[in-house]
């Protein structure tokens, strides 16, 4: 039975949830992901190259996610009122342009340009795919986004395995090849713009899901503000492990660039495969759970990793990738039913505000390992995760707000 506070059904059925279509985004979201995080996965080429600090390392990230956080709302607010299908292709022609100047930049500046170039392809895919991935779920909302999220966390933990074995072996203009992932991405994507030009109307009327309307105007926006605050939890502790693990690794424990770069494809791996599970489960039991799990449950092992072995480190790094990842597609899901027919600005909003925090803590650990060592920045981090203490607040959607 439906719970009336959770949907009202528009006449005859809702659609079945289309596989294809998220396979197909699913895909698209891994080429794109895969792309972004070849920039993540060449700092230490990229440090000895240009002869950067861990600040400027630092400002490569920030710029790269601040650039795709600002924009991410606006173009979510602008396809909420005038849906834009085919601005996925147009969005992955700037990743595209952003990689080619990435393998060819000269200096520091026209790196930072490079990273700009893919934060704005971000911007556009990021919340019109995501918008795309609810239309196709047939009502199983969690699961969509977990689909979409697993491809993106799949091709970000590709990065560092394709770095060790092609860019790290043949230098940064063998970046320059990854242009043909870019180019395939952007044919998948006319496919998907042209279902999505057919569907959008039909789709996001069948079935309108309305939880978010039982609650007051304060207590929405006192969501709003726990949920931002579990996103910092999880992408500053996030960005600590994607852009500064692998110099922990070679630091401590004296391993090689490739090496180090096989244990971050692990710990991202880990990311990928956890993430599949937050959706489903939260279509299960509720989102609220999964949200609180997920972040807090993470603290025990956050707080163990600085004090551990290579070994434990390994292992402790893919446990704290399958269940810290296991958040994201619960509290966007979670966001999106709070505030109901706003899917591109919420999606916006809260991937924008998750690559904003990446790329804030990405510089700010940046200036921390620069002046108190990177192993201070692993010690600090692991007291992160207490604060998803605080998703005890959320009311249980599912259950009418109470």
């Known amino acids: 039975m439906q719970n009336s506070a959770e949907s009202v059904s528009l006449p005859s059925t809702a659609p079945r949830t289309d596989y294809t279509i998220l396979g197909a985004i699913s895909f698209s979201h891994l080429l794109n992901d895969m792309?972004?995080?070849?920039?993540?996965?060449?700092y230490p080429l990229l440090k000895s190259g240009f002869h950067l600090s861990f600040t400027q390392v630092g400002l490569i990230t920030l710029t790269y996610q601040v650039t795709a956080s600002l924009l991410q709302p606006l173009v979510g607010m602008v396809t909420d009122r005038k849906p834009m299908p085919y601005s996925l292709p147009v969005g992955m022609g700037f990743t595209l342009c952003g990689l080619l100047l990435l393998a060819t930049a000269p200096n520091f500046a026209v790196l930072l340009l490079a990273a700009a170039l893919v934060g704005t392809g971000s911007s556009v895919f990021h919340p019109e795919s995501s918008r795309v991935a609810r239309l196709a779920s047939g009502g199983q909302h969690g699961l969509a986004q977990s689909l979409f999220q697993v491809g993106g966390n799949t091709g970000s933990s590709l990065g560092p395995l394709l770095a060790a074995w092609i860019i790290v072996p043949h230098g940064r203009g063998s970046v320059a090849w990854f242009s043909l992932a870019a180019l395939l991405a952007?044919?998948?994507?006319?496919?998907?713009?042209?279902?999505?030009?057919?569907?959008?109307?039909?789709?996001?009327?069948?079935?309108?899901?309305?939880?978010?309307?039982?609650?007051?105007?304060n207590k929405v926006v006192l969501c709003l503000l726990i949920l931002g605050l579990l996103i910092f939890s999880k992408y500053f502790y996030l960005a600590s492990i994607s852009s500064y693990f692998t110099f922990y690794l070679i630091h401590t424990f004296g391993l090689s660039v490739q090496a180090a770069q096989m244990h971050l494809f692990v710990f991202l791996f880990a990311v990928a495969a956890g993430s599949l599970i937050g959706g489903p489960v939260g279509d299960r039991?509720?989102?609220?759970?999964?949200i609180w799990v997920s972040i807090l449950g993470?603290?025990?092992?956050?707080?163990?990793?600085?004090?551990?072995?290579?070994?434990?480190?390994?292992?402790?790094?893919?446990v704290i990738g399958l269940i810290l990842s296991s958040a994201f597609s619960a509290i966007l899901v979670y966001a999106q039913e709070l505030i109901p027919g706003r899917v591109g600005?919420?999606?916006?909003?809260?991937?924008?505000?998750?690559?904003g925090m990446g790329g804030i803590g990405a510089a700010v650990l940046g200036r921390v390992a620069d002046a108190h060592g990177i192993d201070y920045v692993y010690s600090l981090c692991a007291y992160l995760p207490l604060i998803g203490a605080l998703a005890v607040f959320l009311p249980d959607l599912e259950k009418g707000g109470r």
């Open 35 to 42: 792309i972004q995080s070849l920039i993540l996965a060449i």
């Open 298 to 318: 993470v603290a025990p092992f956050t707080l163990a990793l600085p004090h551990a072995n290579l070994l434990w480190t390994g292992v402790l790094s893919v």
């Open 285 to 290: 039991i509720g989102r609220k759970w999964v």
């Open 186 to 217: 952007m044919v998948v994507l006319l496919q998907v713009g042209r279902w999505y030009r057919l569907h959008h109307v039909s789709r996001s009327k069948a079935v309108r899901h309305v939880p978010g309307e039982a609650l007051s105007r």
């Open 345 to 355: 600005m919420i999606s916006g909003l809260f991937f924008g505000f998750a690559f």
